[in-house]
């Protein structure tokens, strides 16, 4: 299995309040992404970050933010969380980003937002 | 844009008999595409890619998927299935974008009668 950890792996938290999602890869990859998983929806992407400081929205980027400041660490940041971002996260990484390059997944974090 | 179609959300198969799980794409340029395995409460898995060399697939587990461009279809079987097949599976397509941004199907979930 791919290096890939997620913290924490169960977060309960309220409406309003800021949340921090930490992954974590000891594979060297450049590339790392955040998805949400929602039923029938399949995986969505976040942004994702293509090396250390830079970073590129996703499909469903409004009301989350993301920080890498080193290789190994991708940070994933609920300003304000709602209600509508309880979901599962997952932290993909890939090692050059390119066409038929495969992801690898990390166990996901199960946020609920009351 | 990209998009994919998995035309069956569950699929119920008896032990030992063939699986057909369905996915139809939509791509502006020549992607690559995978099939994912989903296990309950678990991360994702690569079960096997295409990327634009033989049309037929093989990966693992004994599954294996058929490229077709014409029907722009990404087929995934697997002759006889098996209890520990039970799980979620996810058609995913990758184009030329910035970042090798994947995006999902629906997802299909697999039952596995005895």
């Known amino acids: 299995d791919a290096g890939i950890t997620q913290s924490p792996r169960h977060k309960v938290t309220e409406t309003g309040t800021p949340v921090t999602l930490r992954c974590h890869q000891t594979e060297n990859h450049r590339y790392m992404y955040w998805y949400r998983q929602d039923p029938g929806h399949g995986l969505r992407l976040i942004h994702y970050s293509y090396g250390v400081k830079d970073t590129d929205k996703g499909e469903v980027s409004d009301g989350y933010s993301v920080s890498r400041s080193k290789t190994e660490d991708f940070l994933l940041t609920l300003e304000s969380a709602t209600s509508s971002q309880t979901s599962v996260y997952f932290c993909?990484?890939?090692?050059?980003?390119?066409?038929?390059?495969?992801?690898?997944f990390g166990p996901g974090t199960r946020l609920t937002v009351l | 844009a990209q998009s994919v179609t998995q035309l069956d959300s569950h699929v119920s198969v008896s032990e030992g008999t063939p699986v057909l799980l369905r996915c139809n794409y939509s791509?502006?340029?020549?992607?690559?595409l995978f099939w994912y395995v989903q296990h309950p409460n678990k991360g994702l898995q690569l079960l096997l890619k295409?990327?634009?060399?033989?049309?037929l697939v093989k990966g693992i587990n004994g599954f294996e998927a058929e490229f077709k461009k014409s029907e722009t279809s990404f087929h995934l079987t697997k002759p006889s299935a098996h209890m520990s097949d039970a799980a979620e599976y996810f058609c995913v397509v990758s184009d030329m974008s910035p970042g090798n941004k994947l995006t999902f199907g629906g997802g299909t979930r697999v039952l596995v009668k005895p």
């Open positions: 791509s502006s340029y020549s992607p690559s």
């Open positions: 295409y990327t634009s060399a033989a049309t």
């Open positions: 993909a990484i890939s090692g050059y980003g390119g066409l038929g390059d495969e992801q690898f």
